[in-house]
């Protein structure tokens, strides 16, 4: 498909577990989001990347978070020993380009993958 | 610190009812963004405001930017059964590329 996926949809790990979640952006998007969402709230921003770097990491709860973008497409979004705190819906996000009102910034969402750390 | 106030927080209303959703916050936007959600789904882009006092229509969803560009309201007429949803605003500010998202206003509409 033509649209941002992500993997696993459901996971569900044991407390000090180390997951790791998966997200492929739209072909050509330079630009790639990670947030969190818990409840059905607003989205907390985590990272964003251009290209392979990322130059805003502010978001990261924890030094147990990691993040990184390999040539410039797919994501990884890494977990180390879960806490029941780190249960929420994980999305994903791409742009042709990063920030600002242009239509080539324009986020487009993957369906999310929801944790569940127990 | 929440950066981006939404209210009410939750609205269940009768078709085809108004209403006005409104995300409000202490700081300067050079953009914001409203989106909707549905369960199992990722936000879908709604429209981008960016100019003061812009207003944007989209059929039956009005926009509005407020003047200083900190606050922004979304009004619905005659609300449909399909416009059930998360409804979230999302702003950038000037100088840079993250994305700050409301706390989201969940509405229910019965048909």
């Known amino acids: 498909g033509a649209g941002v996926s992500q993997s696993p949809s459901n996971k569900v790990t044991e407390k000090g577990k180390d997951v790791e979640l998966r997200c492929d952006p739209i072909?050509?998007?330079?630009?790639l989001y990670w947030y969190r969402q818990s409840l059905g709230q607003g989205l907390e921003f985590l990272i964003y990347f251009q290209g392979n770097s990322a130059p805003d990491k502010s978001g990261l709860p924890s030094d147990r978070f990691s993040a990184e973008r390999t040539g410039g497409s797919v994501s990884t979004l890494t977990i180390q020993r879960t806490q029941q705190e780190d249960s929420a819906v994980y999305l994903c996000a791409s742009s042709f380009l990063a920030g600002g009102p242009s239509s080539y910034n324009e986020q487009f969402f993957g369906p999310g993958t929801r944790l569940t750390v127990l | 610190t929440q950066l981006l106030e939404q209210s009410p927080q939750f609205l269940s209303i009768q078709e085809g009812e108004n209403l006005t959703v409104y995300c409000n916050s202490s700081?300067?936007?050079?953009?914001l963004q409203w989106y909707r959600q549905e369960p199992g789904e990722g936000p879908v882009l709604l429209v981008t405001?960016?100019?003061?006092?812009e207003v944007k229509k989209l059929k039956r969803l009005t926009f509005q930017f407020g003047d200083a560009r900190k606050d922004s309201s979304l009004h619905i007429t005659a609300a449909q059964p399909g416009d059930t949803g998360l409804y979230l605003c999302a702003g950038i500010r000037s100088g840079t590329y993250k994305y700050i998202f409301g706390t989201g206003t969940r509405l229910k509409v019965l048909a």
């Open positions: 700081s300067v936007f050079s953009s």
């Open positions: 405001v960016v100019t003061g006092g």
């Open positions: 072909s050509g998007h330079t630009a």
